[in-house]
């Protein structure tokens, strides 16, 4: 079993910056890929970023220029750093990882707020 654990969100005025941290523990034995969605009330989760084994990396239209998603592979440790901020990205950020046996685990949850 894989536990992947997040910490960064809160509440910040538009324009501000958050950076989230998701780390994962357990079994972490074949990283496909590690990444972010976002669910908005109302709305579907969506993928924010992610970052793949091999480094490549893929932004929502939304987010690419604002977001940035990085890795720390020692730590199996994956991060958000998240500048410009809209009231339009508040959402509960969750963290996602994938491993190269296509199973998907998912961390509890995050809140982000982005107030105008």
């Known amino acids: 079993q894989v536990q992947l654990v997040e910490s960064g969100g809160g509440l910040v005025q538009a324009g501000g910056s958050l950076r989230l941290s998701c780390a994962a523990s357990g079994s972490v034995f074949s990283i496909n890929a590690m990444g972010w969605y976002r669910q908005a009330p109302g709305k579907q989760r969506e993928l924010v970023a992610r970052i793949i084994s091999g480094g490549g990396t893929n932004y929502a239209d939304s987010v690419r220029g604002r977001f940035t998603i990085s890795r720390d592979g020692a730590k199996n440790t994956v991060y958000l750093q998240m500048n410009s901020l809209k009231p339009e990205d508040t959402a509960v950020y969750y963290c996602?990882?994938?491993?190269?046996?296509?199973?998907?685990?998912w961390g509890q949850g995050t809140q982000v707020t982005v107030s105008s």
């Open positions: 996602n990882l994938l491993t190269t046996g296509f199973i998907a685990y």
